[in-house]
């Protein structure tokens, strides 16, 4: 938290010269939207899609302060977003500005946001591709292969990609998934609801560190 709020003041001017327009539209362009129905209506068509992607672009400029250019963190605990399942995505944004995910930053920077906003950030990262962390342990990855294969998997793919239910993993920042896991196995905090409760409370610290060496480096 304490480096995010150094980043805080820099981002935040900027954030504020970017979304001024958005805090100033009026009650009508304000007004509640279904942002997974306006997701799809861009994807059906390429012209939208696009608008909202220059848009979402513009947006990244200020979240590249923690999740780096195209969406590849430029902080180990912060995670990756490029390549990430849009629904997926999309539905932690919500959950950030409905309070059901809590971080001061985040959550501040997502509410500024309008509708188009949230979508086209949303576009802009799941088209990006993952600079993937190279592999550093043979022996340790092998180890959290046999460990993914058995459990991992039925959730996250084969390949670590996940669903609209499940986010990506394959490819995604050591130290964020490590910190993730662990939270999941405390059982503490707001997402301690997740599926991931029960299955991280089985793993031990050296499950943890395998399964980690193993899915930072899948592709």
């Given at each position: 938290m304490v480096?995010?709020?150094?980043?805080?003041?820099?981002?935040?001017?900027?954030?504020?010269?970017?979304?001024?327009?958005?805090l100033a539209e009026s009650a009508k362009t304000r007004a509640p939207v279904d942002l997974s129905a306006r997701l799809l209506q861009a994807q059906a068509d390429p012209k939208l899609e696009q608008a909202l992607l220059?848009?979402?672009r513009k947006v990244a400029a200020v979240c590249a302060n923690c999740h780096g250019e195209g969406g590849n963190s430029v902080k180990?605990?912060?995670?990756?977003?490029?390549?990430?399942?849009?629904?997926?995505?999309?539905?932690?944004?919500?959950?950030?500005?409905?309070?059901?995910?809590r971080d001061m930053?985040?959550?501040?920077?997502?509410?500024?946001?309008?509708?188009?906003?949230?979508?086209?950030?949303?576009?802009?990262?799941?088209?990006?591709?993952?600079v993937h962390t190279p592999l550093a342990n043979a022996a340790l990855a092998a180890k959290g292969q046999e460990y993914f294969n058995k459990v991992c998997f039925r959730c996250h793919g084969t390949d670590g990609?996940?669903?609209?239910?499940?986010?990506?993993?394959?490819?995604?920042?050591?130290?964020?998934?490590?910190?993730?896991?662990?939270?999941?196995?405390?059982?503490?905090?707001?997402?301690?609801?997740?599926?991931?409760?029960?299955h991280a409370k089985s793993m031990t610290d050296a499950d943890i560190q395998a399964v980690v060496a193993f899915v930072s480096s899948m592709q």
């Open positions: 480096k995010r709020v150094q980043v805080g003041w820099a981002a935040g001017l900027l954030a504020l010269c970017i979304f001024q327009p958005t220059t848009t979402g180990p605990d912060i995670p990756n977003l490029a390549g990430q399942n849009p629904a997926y995505l999309l539905e932690q944004v919500r959950q950030f500005a409905d309070g059901r995910r930053f985040m959550e501040g920077m997502i509410r500024a946001m309008n509708s188009d906003e949230k979508v086209g950030m949303v576009l802009f990262y799941t088209s990006q591709q993952v990609r996940g669903s609209a239910q499940f986010p990506r993993i394959a490819g995604q920042q050591i130290n964020y998934l490590t910190q993730t896991l662990k939270r999941y196995r405390s059982g503490g905090g707001t997402r301690a609801d997740s599926v991931m409760v029960t």
